[in-house]
């Protein structure tokens, strides 16, 4: 099982997310945001920690997440998309928990005992954060003319990164698609079929949004490495 790639999903979504904090489009939305991002943030923690163990090299939690570059993460390309506006935000993390869900479900059996008591808790969360975005999908699609085209939007923009989720999970891909046509229908919404899907977060072969992103994560670690705080 690709431990340190379910580690990096986790740990560059959790990033974005963190960017709406005091920037959401009200109060409520901040709070929930933020938690999302911490529930993401909290499995990458487990993850990386578990992923050090495995190596033995003597790497921990925070030397993988703060001292790799672009190149050696491997987190799926659809996590280091920009936030856009608050459609598009939405129309990901639906996208990304309706795969999220069907993954820990799969996970919470591994022989792993560690995988699956991350993945078995995970799924509890993932499972709250798919209702969020379920919700306010609905919303934004039944509400006004304007936010209706504002999540047709960030889908559209959306699309090309979605076959990559089961590149390495194809089994997962029947309940995603269960999960996901339900709230589509329901919100006048349409997932369309891109026909030049991208592929390569894996294998390390990155947008250039990642870039970016790594520079304000890492920027404090890197700054003043070996540091006790």
């Not at 999540?151 to 959306?158: F, H, I, K, P, R």
Request: hydrophobic letters at 40%; glycine letters at 8%; a negative charge.
């Amino acid at each position: 099982m690709n431990v340190l790639g379910f580690a990096d999903d986790n740990l560059i979504l959790a990033q974005r997310l963190s960017e709406w904090v005091a920037a959401a489009p009200d109060l409520e939305l901040d709070i929930a945001v933020a938690n999302i991002a911490l529930d993401h943030l909290g499995v990458a923690r487990a993850l990386l920690t578990h992923f050090g163990d495995l190596e033995g090299k003597g790497r921990t939690e925070d030397d993988l997440a703060m001292f790799r570059s672009e190149r050696e993460l491997t987190n799926l390309l659809i996590c280091e998309q920009p936030n856009g506006d608050f459609g598009q935000t939405i129309a990901r993390q639906l996208l990304f928990d309706s795969y999220q869900v069907g993954l820990w479900e799969k996970l919470a059996g591994s022989p792993d005992e560690v995988l699956a008591a991350v993945a078995s808790k995970a799924l509890l969360e993932a499972r709250y954060h798919w209702q969020h975005s379920a919700t306010w999908t609905e919303r934004l699609g039944r509400g006004t003319e304007e936010s209706n085209r504002r999540m047709q939007s960030g889908l559209v923009a959306l699309a090309r990164y979605v076959d990559e989720m089961f590149d390495e999970h194809q089994d997962l891909r029947r309940g995603f698609d269960e999960r996901l046509t339900p709230v589509l229908d329901e919100s006048r919404l349409v997932l369309p079929k891109d026909p030049f899907p991208r592929r390569g977060g894996r294998r390390g072969m990155h947008t250039e949004h990642l870039g970016h992103l790594l520079a304000e994560m890492q920027s404090l670690a890197r700054a003043y490495s070996g540091v006790q705080w």
